[in-house]
């Protein structure tokens, strides 16, 4: 077995016998080396957002100092959900390596492939109901920004 | 305007002005009150998954004490990328109200639409190299998950 996926392994299983959260490991490496491990924290933090890889990346950028993880690879038990995949593409890690698949997650009641489904528009059940307003005015924050000359791009 | 919005772009140029983010900003209403209000904080605080919309979500379920966001609902000024909007569908909330599109947030050279492109599997350039390994290995954490008597279910 990959040792990196064995100590994500390992995580999985902290999250389910401390009872913080799903059963979801991920660690990330360095230049061959862990510089984060992280499990799913949603049950004890209350925080939904506290997936595995998004609690890793958040480990691992607070290391570094930096929002840039180009030269940072994530093993991930699970496939990653769109929020963590996606978080993954905004950290721009380099690779991405995941054993379980979104199919396996929702075997176990996990709703990963349905928000694929809804994002890739293929669901035909509508959970949040979703609208457009004051289009125009919400503009204009991006005007500003496009003017402002000391930015950080990310 | 719709008052929510309002305060919604308020946020997002406190972003660009006290330069801690992108220009975004986002409100959560729970019985006509703004329970929580956040913008953009990348920058600030290096931290690549501190969009507006999850920087709100982690708020609310703080304030809250829960992960479940489903009888409140979300004012954002622009289209939530995936990562948000996979995090608002995980916070079971029951409405999103948004501003400005994908689109737009491209032209301002932000990723929002390149990543919907990856998920869509449209996208012609690959960020992140994906890789499966240890499928097998990584199912056990989810098999002793499903024996578990006391799971909470999210």
Not at 41 to 67: C, G, Q, S, Y
Not at 86 to 108: P, Q
């Amino acid at each position: 077995m990959n040792k990196f996926m064995e100590e994500a392994v390992k995580e999985a299983y902290k999250a389910i016998r401390e009872g913080e959260g799903g059963p979801f490991g991920a660690v990330i490496v360095k230049d061959g080396e862990i510089i984060a491990r992280a499990h799913n924290e949603v049950i004890k933090t209350n925080d939904p957002t506290m997936h595995a890889e998004v609690n890793a990346i958040r480990k691992a950028t607070k290391k570094l100092v930096r929002f840039d993880l180009s030269d940072c690879e994530i093993y991930s038990t699970c496939e990653p959900c769109p929020m963590c995949f996606a978080a993954i593409h905004w950290a721009k890690m380099k690779s991405l390596y995941f054993g379980a698949s979104r199919f396996d997650a929702a075997a176990i009641d996990f709703d990963d492939q349905y928000i694929y489904d809804v994002i890739n528009k293929t669901a035909t059940v509508e959970q949040v109901a979703i609208k457009v307003v004051d289009a125009k005015e919400c503009l204009e924050p991006f005007k500003e920004w496009q003017k402002k000359q000391d930015k950080v791009q990310y």
